[in-house]
């Protein structure tokens, strides 16, 4: 008997119910040839079944009886998702990434592993990304930029070329990045959050909120 490989998107959350058909589509032949099993993995699950995928807790996923497991971690904050890949990792499990069939990559890309890459993602030439990188729908990434682990961009984020964006920042829907200059790339600090819609002229420092156009920081009294 062939052996099945199980293979879990963590998260069935608004997350995970967007990137869950992204994989199905791209493990399909496997499904079909009973090669492959594919579930959500959640820690506080709903319901046991999710648009109609079974969903199982983490335990029930170690658990399974196929020896071979993968996960792909789909949860947009990237604190929470750093955790979730350390357990894995002790676990023992590995990661696979997600690719929509429509995602147009060119030269000298470089990605870490665990990447979601929503449909019409764009990630042009000469770019490197690291570990658990998430493009939500329509972002895109332009020439010679540097990505770090667990960065997340929300839908529709236009990051241009010679941008530095630093681990786990976030960068909201529709969010604009000026390009910076060869040698001289404009930075988003580690940790930092671009609004939805903002349009970032300068380089952000690490862990700052910023908003607007052109973006600047969120005021103490805006940040609750
Ligand atoms: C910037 C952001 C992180 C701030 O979140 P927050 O700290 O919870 O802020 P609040 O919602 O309490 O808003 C505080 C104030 O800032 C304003 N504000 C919030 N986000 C803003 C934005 N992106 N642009 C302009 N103003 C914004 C609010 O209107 C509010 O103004 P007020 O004090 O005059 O009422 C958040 O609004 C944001 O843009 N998140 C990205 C959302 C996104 O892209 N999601 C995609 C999911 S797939």
Partial sequence: ?????????????????????????????????????LVFIDDRPLATTVNDTPVLTYPQFLDSPETKKSVCIAIADSNVR????????????????????????????????????SPFVTLTSNIKIGQHFQANLYSYVEHDCVIGDFVTFAPGVRCNGNIVIEDHAYLGSGAVIRSGLPGQPLVIGKGAVVGMGAVVTKNIPAGVTVIGCPAKPMTPSREG
Avoid: H, W
Avoid at 8 to 21: K, M, T
């Fill in 82 to 117: 750093q955790t979730l890949a350390d357990r894995c990792l002790q676990d023992k499990l590995d990661f696979f990434p997600v690719k929509a069939s429509n995602v147009v990559i060119m030269d000298a890309v470089d990605i870490g592993e665990g990447a979601i890459l």
């Fill in 1 to 37: 008997m062939t052996e099945q490989t199980l293979f879990g998107v963590y998260g069935a959350s608004g997350a995970g119910r967007g990137v869950l058909p992204v994989a199905r589509d791209m493990l399909n032949d496997q499904i079909n040839d009973a090669k492959a099993r």
